[in-house]
């Protein structure tokens, strides 16, 4: 996933060193409340689709959304603008939420055809409470880490069909899906924190990708082990992830 706020092609696009007092350090979010921010995003993002479309491409064909995701860190703005929304929506997501929607809501007129993207993730993961999810705006949620650094159980299903720590991550993603049909997912079958733990979670993957598609999602991102993690038949989930998502159809025989 590209990322074109302040920073181009990343996945987490806020993370800057300019919103550091222009030192090079990576771990704080911006001030998602501050008005120069807003400006910032709204500029980078409409100069990359400017140069997009001056490269003849069209928006909605070759590029669909913009991603201006938190990033990957919880060092989260403590003024009290911010604190004011964190309270209001009784979860850290309502700031970011807030400024994607202000993005799509000032080029949805220009550029009707692109979404907005950002995370629910970690510190982002619950949903707000009052701020409602803008109909161009894209939640992608990650069934990862949650707010509290607890860490999804590879062992049994995300849909968390007897699993106690799954279906907690499973109550906010359908939390989420209450709020927004817009609904991209992170997907990460391996044992994440846990890397000296075998976990042989190709038997879980089926269910996944059967309970993400029951739930209409957008699309899917996701992330395994690879040959690093022998254990987890890394090479073999990226194969029959390949399949699922090409056809998710496929019975359990055949998988």
Same mark, same amino acid.
């Given at each position: 996933?590209?990322?074109?706020?302040?920073i181009?092609?990343a996945?987490?696009?806020?993370?800057?060193y300019?919103w550091?007092? @222009?030192?090079?350090?990576?771990y %704080?979010q911006p001030? %998602?409340?501050?008005?120069?921010?807003?400006?910032?995003v709204? &500029?980078?993002v409409?100069?990359?689709?400017?140069?997009?479309i001056?490269? @003849?491409e069209?928006? @909605?064909?070759?590029f669909? &959304?913009?991603?201006?995701a938190?990033g990957?860190n919880?060092? %989260?703005?403590?003024c009290r603008n911010?604190? *004011?929304? !964190?309270?209001?929506d009784? $979860?850290v997501?309502?700031v970011?939420?807030?400024? $994607?929607n202000r993005v $799509?809501?000032?080029i949805?007129?220009?550029?009707?055809?692109? +979404?907005?993207t950002l995370?629910? +993730?970690?510190?982002?993961y619950m949903?707000?409470?009052?701020?409602p999810?803008?109909?161009?705006?894209?939640?992608?949620?990650?069934? +990862?880490?949650?707010?509290?650094?607890?860490?999804l159980c590879?062992n049994?299903p995300?849909s968390?069909?007897?699993?106690?720590?799954n279906?907690? %991550?499973?109550?906010v993603?359908e *939390? =989420?899906?209450s709020?927004?049909?817009?609904?991209?997912v =992170?997907y !990460?079958?391996?044992?994440g +924190?846990?890397?000296m733990?075998?976990?042989p979670?190709?038997?879980?993957?089926?269910?996944d990708?059967?309970?993400?598609t029951?739930?209409n999602?957008y699309g899917?991102f996701?992330l395994? @082990?690879?040959d690093?993690?022998? &254990?987890?038949?890394?090479?073999?989930? !990226?194969h029959?992830?390949?399949?699922?998502? =090409?056809?998710?159809d496929?019975?359990?025989?055949r998988y």
């Amino acid at each position: 996933q590209s990322s074109y706020g302040p920073i181009e092609h990343a996945c987490h696009g806020l993370q800057n060193y300019r919103w550091n007092n @222009g030192e090079s350090h990576q771990y %704080f979010q911006p001030c %998602f409340t501050d008005e120069s921010v807003f400006e910032a995003v709204y &500029d980078s993002v409409t100069r990359y689709i400017n140069s997009r479309i001056a490269g @003849g491409e069209t928006p @909605g064909v070759e590029f669909k &959304d913009i991603d201006i995701a938190m990033g990957d860190n919880d060092i %989260f703005c403590m003024c009290r603008n911010c604190q *004011k929304v !964190y309270k209001e929506d009784g $979860a850290v997501s309502g700031v970011t939420i807030r400024l $994607a929607n202000r993005v $799509a809501e000032a080029i949805t007129d220009k550029y009707p055809e692109i +979404y907005v993207t950002l995370l629910a +993730y970690t510190t982002t993961y619950m949903p707000p409470k009052v701020t409602p999810v803008n109909d161009r705006v894209m939640v992608s949620f990650c069934f +990862y880490i949650d707010n509290d650094n607890s860490t999804l159980c590879s062992n049994h299903p995300i849909s968390g069909e007897g699993c106690p720590t799954n279906r907690k %991550f499973a109550e906010v993603f359908e *939390k =989420w899906h209450s709020l927004t049909d817009n609904l991209y997912v =992170w997907y !990460y079958p391996f044992t994440g +924190y846990y890397f000296m733990n075998s976990s042989p979670n190709v038997f879980e993957i089926y269910d996944d990708i059967k309970y993400l598609t029951d739930n209409n999602i957008y699309g899917i991102f996701s992330l395994v @082990g690879g040959d690093t993690l022998p &254990d987890e038949f890394g090479l073999l989930s !990226y194969h029959l992830l390949a399949e699922m998502t =090409w056809d998710t159809d496929i019975t359990r025989e055949r998988y």
